[in-house]
């Protein structure tokens, strides 16, 4: 069959530009997100969280806005540096669990 | 403050047979979560531990199975390997006190191939 599953979406930017990763998520009941970071040969790591009361929360050069009325996430990271350069996943939870569902990823490619 | 171990870093199986991995949990956490990763993809929920029993379990069939020590280590079993379970096999902790959600800590994994 075709391998599909093996291209990831993908975004290039230069270094020193903001970048934006876009995440739709299909549960409506999800009421706790995730913005994890996977670099080459590492599991992920946590970047930033946000609950649903809130629709912006910010970090150290990033930020999490949530819409909940489309079921949109977004991950800006400002002044992208090439340590940026991995593969970033949402994840939602839904309210009364601690299982999470990930999205398929987007591959942040940040060129010197 | 040691964090997530996973070994074998890499395993070679063929259909059929069984495989265990094996995790540490970060030094303070009582809860594992069991991920499987297939290329291209997001990681997959298998199953959480806590106090030793199942403590929520995703869309895996029976033949995946795991165990949680005391000293709040881990294990997945996986018998009768399929060439789908080619895959990246995460372990993450966390410390769970029965109230919000708390952040988890992954593993390197264990990149499982099965031939």
């Known amino acids: 069959g075709e391998s599909v599953g093996l291209h990831l979406p993908t975004l290039s930017v230069q270094e020193g530009d903001n970048s934006i990763i876009n995440c739709a998520y299909s549960n409506s009941a999800s009421d706790y997100f995730i913005w994890y970071k996977q670099e080459s040969g590492k599991g992920p790591q946590f970047i930033i969280d946000i609950r649903s009361n809130m629709d912006k929360r910010q970090g150290q050069r990033v930020t999490v806005l949530l819409n909940k009325t489309v079921k949109h996430l977004s991950l800006q990271i400002a002044a992208t540096q090439p340590g940026d350069s991995a593969v970033y996943f949402c994840a939602e939870i839904p309210g009364g669990s601690y299982i999470p569902t990930f999205g398929r990823g987007t591959s942040l490619i940040v060129h010197p | ?115």
Do not use: M
């Not at chain 2, 063929?14 to 956490?29: D, F, I």
């Not at chain 2, 995703?58 to 390997?81: C, D, I, K, T, W």
């Not at chain 2, 990246?88 to 499982?112: K, V």
């Open chain 2, 1 to 115: 403050e040691t964090g997530v171990t996973q070994s074998p870093t890499h395993l070679i199986k063929t259909r059929g047979q069984q495989v265990t991995l094996r995790c540490s949990s970060q030094s303070g956490h009582n809860t594992v979560s069991w991920y499987q990763q297939a290329l291209g993809q997001g990681p997959q929920f298998i199953f959480q531990y806590y106090r030793e029993e199942e403590n929520g379990r995703g869309n895996f069939p029976p033949r995946f199975s795991g165990l949680q020590f005391p000293n709040y280590s881990s294990e997945l079993n996986v018998n009768a390997l399929e060439l789908d379970d080619s895959a990246l096999y995460l372990c993450a902790s966390s410390f769970f006190s029965g109230g919000d959600l708390n952040e988890q800590f992954f593993g390197p994994g264990t990149r499982l191939t099965v031939l």
